[in-house]
């Protein structure tokens, strides 16, 4: 499996910005999905965003498409999301995530990624 660590989340007001990165250890992972989740409380992880190996392709929900952006770099190890106009309905405590070996981007599933970060708390404040 590999380690990954997340950082960058932190409190700030509506609209304002955060990127997030998550740097991966332990294997190589530029040939696995990666994705971002979150969890606010009371409610069960969901979904973000998701970013194939390459990069090439990206998979939003819909409630941040045209906000955020997941991008990688595989030569850094590392995965970002980059949230603008954030909403406090954003709240929550953000989990990177690497896929099983051959799962494609669009697989959203939780129970599909194996690797997880400890999470970086995202607050947005009205």
């Known amino acids: 499996q590999v380690q990954l660590v997340e950082s960058g989340g932190g409190l700030v007001q509506a609209g304002d910005s955060l990127r997030l990165s998550c740097v991966a250890s332990?294997?190589?992972?530029?040939?696995?999905?990666m994705g971002w989740f979150r969890q606010a409380p009371g409610k069960e992880r969901e979904f973000v965003a998701t970013?194939?190996?390459?990069?090439?392709?990206?998979v939003y929900t819909p409630s941040v498409q045209g906000r955020f952006t997941i991008s990688r770099s595989n030569a850094k190890n590392t995965v970002y999301l980059q949230m603008n106009s954030l909403k406090p309905e954003d709240t929550a405590v953000y989990y990177c995530?690497?896929?099983?070996?051959?799962?494609?981007?669009?697989?959203?599933?939780?129970?599909?990624?194996?690797?997880w970060g400890q999470g970086t708390q995202v607050t947005v404040s009205s």
């Open positions: 970013i194939s190996g390459s990069g090439s392709s990206a």
């Open positions: 332990g294997r190589t992972f530029s040939s696995n999905t």
């Open positions: 995530a690497a896929a099983r070996t051959g799962i494609p981007s669009y697989r959203t599933n939780p129970g599909l990624y194996e690797s």
